[in-house]
């Protein structure tokens, strides 16, 4: 039996909208029924962004079509709320907005969406043809703007073939598993043409080449102590997470999640181990610096998830390495790899595991599971020991200030959090170093700007996961300083009735720039420190029809969020605004920054010859 994706399940449901109006031959239509047509033969049901002239003609068929337009406050976080509503659903995410300054404001959301690989269809009309390069009112040529941060480009050449490029788009999007730009010159939503629906496109994934598959085989067999990096790739696949905790558990192998994609494996399995990257797990940096095997599943292993951390560079030197990757161009890319797969994860993971329990040889590490597994344990205890400890550092300066220490908050948080809640983190220190406190035992569950990093990613992200699942918590951790890139958004919540938590980590700074500032240029603190009162953050929900909390005990932190993810089941939003310490976590580019050294005599006494001896700020 052939086994899809979640995507191409989706699509292939929708296929037969297409096929009913091929099977009929081309019917007569308007051009922006042919686009409202062909975007419901594709499961669409929801489109995120601010109404404008350019697209109204198809706008005013959305509800007779069965599609409901969010308006937003801003389109970056219309293209967000696509974003999260993708990564949540499996099913493409879709926003449009006006041509010109509305389309431009989608740019960083879509380079977000590019490396989350997340399948964003941003519809972009243009400029009409009869005025395009006159400089007339909101022109601006659209398709280079976006060109690096697309996977593909879809223009409507002729108004005869919307349905054609339509299709194209949504199919794309799909199969290249990242964000589609749909590029209409705003006239030729009007006229009629005779229309074929075309059919849906999106061919499923193979498991890789046998060779590669064999050869991978092969090394597993031989290993003594390998061990799985379970990545992004295992979430989009339908059958990936299962299939990755099949080989897991038939091998007996602690798995590593790779950076931000904690929700790949599930956290109450005896074989997971954490994940790696900025503010990981050293259970899992350990057991990877172990191994003679990485068997990385679903990933590109960007550097950002593989360099040194905590001053561990844990990255093995002799270990072999499998990577399996959908993407051909990204294996072997960052790490020097012994077998490259060009498949689905799920798929692959299976192929191996049926090669493996088929015969050819036992595996290695099947004999020795027992020690291996009590070493990672080992591992486990101290880093949490470790971890717990971070906590208590520096609690004596919160509690002298009435604040609290924010990993105790975050742990805090981890303890009340739903089993089945989703959650967007934003960047930042605090929200960075919730990676180590973030664990989930379902794919779908965690959604963050991966190493783009945009400040206002979370909040938008969260809105869009709770449109697309809309019985599950829906929950974002954002600093108080991004807050201000995304809080306009809290209108769209209480207008539209998407009921989403934020919990806004107020610290009255930019931290993840304070730290920079802390380590490398003598606590000089410019442009990092904030001021504002204690509680605006939720005052400001209020005065947007939310609700707002303001917590300064960390014994109500668990609390304040039951009530809030409770409080969505009534309709309502809420911003739990955490009034935490200037405390730090570790940077965010140790391996970009070094110490300043001037050189003219007015500049001289700005020079450093070391970093910070307390790692914290002077006004902690």
């Known amino acids: 039996m052939t086994v899809l994706s979640t995507p191409r399940k989706a699509a292939h449901r929708a296929a037969g909208v297409a096929r009913r109006w091929k099977s009929g031959g081309p019917v007569h239509m308007s051009n922006s029924e042919a686009f409202v047509e062909t975007m419901v033969s594709r499961g669409v049901t929801d489109v995120f962004g601010i109404v404008g002239s350019a697209f109204m003609d198809a706008l005013d068929l959305f509800p007779a079509a069965g599609i409901r337009f969010i308006p937003t406050q801003h389109e970056q976080g219309s293209c967000h709320m696509a974003d999260g509503y993708a990564r949540a659903s499996g099913r493409h995410g879709v926003c449009v907005g006006q041509n010109g300054p509305g389309i431009t404001n989608f740019v960083t959301a879509m380079g977000a969406a590019y490396w989350c690989n997340s399948p964003v269809v941003a519809i972009t009309p243009e400029a009409a043809t009869s005025t395009k390069g006159l400089g007339g009112f909101q022109e601006v040529d659209q398709l280079p703007i976006f060109e690096t941060v697309t996977k593909e480009q879809h223009h409507v050449v002729h108004p005869a073939r919307m349905a054609e490029f339509t299709g194209l788009a949504f199919d794309g999007a799909m199969r290249t598993m990242g964000p589609v730009q749909l590029n209409i010159p705003r006239d030729y939503f009007y006229g009629e043409n005779a229309v074929a629906i075309p059919k849906v496109n999106v061919p499923e994934l193979s498991a890789g080449g046998p060779k590669s598959l064999a050869a991978a085989a092969d090394l597993i067999r031989s290993a003594k102590n390998p061990v799985i990096i379970a990545g992004g790739g295992v979430v989009l696949s339908e059958t990936g997470y299962e299939a990755c905790r099949q080989l897991a558990e ?66 093995p030197e002799n270990a072999r390495v499998i990577q399996i990757d959908a993407d051909p161009a990204r294996i072997g890319r960052v790490k020097e790899v012994d077998v490259g797969i060009a498949g689905d994860a799920g798929a692959a993971c299976a192929a191996l595991l049926s090669m493996l329990s088929g015969g050819g040889g036992e595996a290695a590490c099947r004999g020795n599971e027992a020690a291996r597994l009590d070493r990672m344990r080992e591992h486990r205890v101290t880093w949490e020991a470790e971890l717990n400890a971070m906590a208590k550092k520096n609690e004596q300066a919160a509690e002298d200030h009435g604040r609290m220490v924010p990993r105790k908050v975050l742990r805090e948080l981890e303890k009340a959090m739903p089993a089945d809640a989703m959650v967007a983190t934003d960047i930042g220190n605090s929200c960075s170093v919730s990676n180590g406190y973030l664990r989930f035992d379902r794919p779908r569950s965690y959604f963050a700007a991966l190493t783009f990093g945009n400040c206002g990613y979370a909040f938008p992200a969260a809105i869009g996961a709770k449109v697309a699942c809309p019985d599950r918590p829906s929950i974002a951790y954002v600093g108080e300083g991004a807050f201000g890139m995304s809080l306009n958004e809290l209108y769209t919540c209480s207008r539209e009735d998407i009921p989403t938590t934020v919990v806004v980590f107020n610290n009255r700074q930019w931290g993840a720039e304070k730290k920079n500032q802390v380590l490398w240029f003598g606590d000089r603190y410019v442009g990092t420190n904030l001021k504002h009162n204690d509680g605006s953050f939720a005052d400001v929900a209020k005065a947007m029809g939310c609700d707002g909390v303001t917590v300064a005990n960390v014994d109500e932190v668990g609390s304040a969020l039951q009530a809030a993810v409770e409080a969505q089941k009534a309709g309502r939003t809420t911003v739990i605004e955490v009034l935490t310490s200037r405390e730090l976590g570790d940077p965010f580019r140790r391996d970009a920054m070094k110490l300043p050294q001037r050189v003219l005599p007015k500049y001289r006494g700005l020079s450093e010859t070391a970093e910070s001896p307390t790692q914290q700020p002077t006004d902690l």
């Open 250 to 315: 038939y091998l007996q192998v602690p798995v590593a999640t790779t950076y931000l994609h904690n929700d790949a494996f599930d956290s109450r399995s005896d074989l997971w181990c954490g994940p790696l990257g900025y503010c990981g797990h050293k259970t899992a940096m350990n057991c990877v610096h172990e191994a003679d095997l990485l068997i990385a599943v679903g990933t590109r292993l960007g550097p950002f998830g593989t360099n040194p951390q905590y001053g561990f560079n844990y990255w």
